[in-house]
């Protein structure tokens, strides 16, 4: 079992920054993918980045590409998205969530999820 706990959202202006943290419960966190979805009103979820267990190889939605990153400290339990640059289009709920396995951009795919937490970008 993992438990997902993101934080850092908020309300931001366009070409500002934030960081999301995901902290997870379980010893077995070091062996999860773990990936960044969000989800805008009337919008289905979508894929934002993903990072294997080993934090060796990331991948990014083509519209997030360039602008964030995303990262993970083992040690603390703790994966993280870097946004920067951001867009009125970026604001969503972002949910963090595990898949024990290799990457995959399916939300189906994720075993665990947190609650999501809200990014708003004004223009």
């Known amino acids: 079992q993992v438990q997902l706990v993101e934080s850092g959202g908020g309300l931001v202006q366009a070409g500002g920054s934030l960081r999301l943290s995901c902290a997870a419960s379980?010893?077995?966190?070091?062996?999860?993918?773990m990936g960044w979805f969000r989800q805008a009103p009337g919008k289905e979820r979508e894929f934002v980045a993903a990072i294997s267990w080993s934090g060796g190889s990331t991948y990014y939605a083509d519209s997030v590409k360039g602008r964030f990153t995303i990262s993970r400290d083992n040690a603390k339990n703790t994966v993280y998205l870097q946004m920067n640059s951001l867009k009125p289009e970026d604001t969503a709920v972002y949910y963090c969530?595990?898949?024990?396995?290799?990457?995959?951009?399916?939300?189906?795919?994720?075993?665990?999820w947190g609650q999501g937490t809200q990014v708003t970008v004004s223009s």
């Open positions: 379980g010893r077995t966190f070091s062996s999860y993918t």
């Open positions: 969530a595990a898949h024990n396995g290799r990457y995959g951009y399916r939300a189906s795919l994720y075993e665990y």
